[in-house]
Every structure is written in C-alpha cells, then in structure tokens.
C-alpha cells in the first residue's frame, strides 16, 4: 500500500492506476479486515517531515549516469536508516527532477534534501 500527497492511493498486488472508486474500496475492505475504524487504523500512520525540491534539469542532462547524486543517495540512505526515506524521480509533464526525502526530523529533511539537489546541479548536461 502507498499513497501521496495529491491523494492517489496505489495497492499494485490489486490494481496499477490511482482510480478514486477502487482505493475507496480498498480502504473499506481494509477496515473490515482489521476490525477497526479509519480514525483507528490511521491513528497507526505516523507522518515524517518531508521536503520536496524541483530541480530543473538542462537539455541533455541525464541524471542516471550521475554517480555523484548516486553516491549521496545511498549515504543519505544510509544515514536516515529506517528513520526516513529518499525518493528521487522525473516528473511526468516537466523537465523537473522531484527530489523527495522524508526524516523524523524538518531540518535534517531540509539538509539531506539540499545536499541531494546540489548533486543533481553538480553534472553538467550530456
């Protein structure tokens, strides 16, 4: 199960798509499973800090090959443990790299964030 901030809510074990009717459903079912109300299970979630930084990227600029952005991801990783997590993926619609990162902590959100977008501004495009 994983859903986002605009509201899509993706269980891919049943469905591939964000569809409104069928995550509804999904949510009920699991209500019904669990025994408990939604205020119950969500009472559960705990929400971490997150800082979303779009970067524009430059004609030509491959962010995959980057291995110094490649490098900080996986010591930011290491660093936040399961204390957080660091998304790193290309907008759908935009020349824009989304780099996402969430911490039990909003500065060290913010930190690890920025040190990330300073990789992705560190290559020069292709």
Do not use: Y
Request: proline content about 4%; glycine content about 8%.
């Amino acid at each position: 199960l994983g859903g986002e901030g605009s509201g899509h809510i993706l269980v891919l074990d049943r469905h591939t798509t964000g569809d409104g009717l069928v995550s509804a459903l999904q949510v009920l079912h699991a209500c019904m499973d669990s025994g408990k109300t939604m205020a119950q299970l969500l009472s559960e979630v705990k929400l971490f800090p997150q800082t979303l930084i779009n970067v524009r990227l430059k004609p030509g600029q491959d962010w995959r090959s980057n291995t110094r952005l490649a490098d900080e991801t996986r010591a930011v990783e290491a660093e936040l443990g399961d204390s957080g997590r660091v998304l790193i993926r290309p907008s759908g619609t935009e020349p824009l790299l989304r780099v996402m990162v969430e911490a039990s902590d909003a500065q060290q959100s913010r930190s690890f964030a920025e040190r990330l977008v300073d990789a992705v501004k560190s290559q020069a495009p292709a």
